[in-house]
């Protein structure tokens, strides 16, 4: 089986290559005695626009699972990581896990933005073993200077039979 996808023989789940959303800190006034505001505190990556997409094998010809999402940070992103897990499974998947999968490819749209996308390709065999129904996507955002961003369902998806 190949190592972006896992197939626990108990659970009969499957888990699917990484990406991150979180959320943005700043700092206020400091309540200095000549009142002006403290700089900004470093802001954590966010993840918007996410989506995940399913397209199931057919005709012999692979189908694909696709998961986009924009990711900012004011230090701009080092990585995105994507694991895609069945919903009705005990899987929850956290920062840690999520750290090990793939990673998405992000193209730079500004300094602090990227356009982020994982593309995997599903063969008919490996989609035999897929559990049917909803599946969520899990990402793990990093910025460039090390801040990062847990999303446990940043996206879900179907799997059809």
Do not use: H
């Amino acid at each position: 089986m190949f190592q972006r996808i896992v197939v626990p023989s108990l659970v009969g789940a499957v888990a699917l290559g990484g990406v991150a959303l979180g959320g943005v800190a700043s700092a206020g006034p400091t309540g200095t005695p000549s009142g002006t505001p403290s700089a900004a505190a470093p802001a954590k990556p966010t993840v918007e626009n996410s989506a995940a997409r399913y397209i199931a094998p057919a005709g012999g010809a692979a189908g694909s699972l696709t998961f986009t999402a924009k990711v900012t940070d004011d230090s701009g992103v080092r990585r995105l990581k994507v694991l895609a897990w069945p919903k009705s499974s005990d899987l929850k998947p956290t920062a840690a896990e999520v750290a090990t999968a793939e990673s998405a490819t992000c193209e730079k749209s500004s300094a602090r933005t990227s356009a982020c996308t994982y593309t995997l390709k599903v063969t008919p065999r490996e989609a035999a073993e897929l559990p049917e129904g909803i599946w969520n996507v899990s990402v793990l955002a990093t910025a460039k200077d090390g801040d990062t961003a847990f999303v446990p369902e940043a996206a879900t998806f179907s799997v059809p039979r």
